[in-house]
C-alpha cells in the first residue's frame, strides 16, 4: 500500500530532482520504513561481543525495521536496534514474530530501576536478568499485550529516540557474529532479554517480551 502510495506521488510530480535539479532516475524503495528511523544505518559493524549472555550500554544510531531494504544485513521477521558502543555499532536484533504457533508477540512495559551495574557504555557480562526474580514480572500479569509483527514493530519505534542512551539485554555467540546480539525476549536461565529506555535514571522504562506458550 505505502510502495502504491509513493508511485503515485512520483508520477504526479514527473520526476523527483537530484543535485543540480537533474532527475533522479532510480525506481522508488519497495519497502520504506513506517518510522523513518533508519537513515544513519550502519553497513559496518564491531567485532567484540563475546560468545555470552550480556547487556550491551550504547547510544541509538538506528531504529530498522523487518524487511527494511535499505540498511545492511535485511531481517524479515526482526527490529534491529543499531547502538553504538565504544566508537564502533553493534546489531540488538528483536524477534517481533515467533518462529510458531501463535504468531503474536507478547510485549508489556514497565518502570522500574536498572540492576547494577549502573549505565556504562561497553558489553557487560556476567550480569543476570530474570522476570519473575528481578522485575516481579509474570506472564499472568494482564499488562502483556498480544501484538502482531506491525504492532510491535511500531510500539518499539515510537518508544525509542535516536541518539539515546539503551540498554539492551541479549545473547550473542561471538565469533563470526561478534556483531549482534539476540534473544531479546524470556529465556530463561537468568537469560531473559529486554531493552531499557533512560537506563541512567533512577527508574528507567523497560520493554519486555515473551511468546504465548511461555509461563513464568
Known amino acids: 500500500m505505502r510502495a502504491s502510495l509513493l508511485f503515485v506521488i512520483v508520477a504526479a510530480c ?11 532516475a532510480s525506481p522508488p524503495d519497495a ?37 527494511d531494504q535499505r540498511c545492511a544485513q535485511i531481517n524479515s521477521d526482526h527490529l534491529v536496534l543499531q547502538l553504538s558502543m565504544n566508537g564502533d555499532v553493534y546489531r540488538m536484533v528483536v524477534n517481533v514474530l515467533p518462529d510458531s504457533g501463535d504468531p503474536m508477540i507478547r ?17 557487560h557480562t556476567g550480569v543476570l536478568l530474570d522476570y519473575p526474580t528481578s522485575l ?14 506491525d504492532q510491535a514493530t511500531a ?3 515510537d518508544a525509542i529516540a535516536l541518539g539515546s542512551p539503551v540498554a539492551v539485554y541479549a545473547t550473542s555467540t561471538g565469533g563470526t557474529k561478534a556483531d549482534s546480539a539476540h ?4 529465556e530463561g536461565g537468568n537469560h531473559d ?15 519486555l517480551f515473551h511468546f504465548s506458550d511461555q509461563t513464568f
Open 136 to 149: 516481579a514480572v509474570h506472564s499472568t500479569d494482564a499488562e502483556w499485550q498480544p501484538l502482531s509483527i
Open 155 to 157: 510500539m518499539i519505534s
Open 14 to 24: 514527473g520526476s523527483s530532482a537530484g543535485s543540480g535539479g537533474a532527475p533522479d
Open 107 to 123: 510485549m508489556r512495559t514497565l518502570d522500574a530501576p536498572m540492576p547494577a551495574p549502573a549505565f556504562a557504555e561497553g558489553w
Open 183 to 186: 534473544l531479546v525476549h524470556r
Open 31 to 67: 519497502n520504506p520504513p513506517d518510522a523513518g528511523k533508519d537513515e544513519a544505518c550502519a553497513s559496518t559493524f564491531g567485532q567484540a561481543l563475546t560468545n555470552a549472555f550480556g547487556r550491551l550500554d550504547g547510544t541509538v544510531v538506528a531504529v530498522v525495521q523487518p524487511g
Open 193 to 207: 532479554g529486554a531493552i531499557v529506555i533512560d537506563p541512567g535514571a533512577a527508574t528507567s522504562h523497560w520493554l
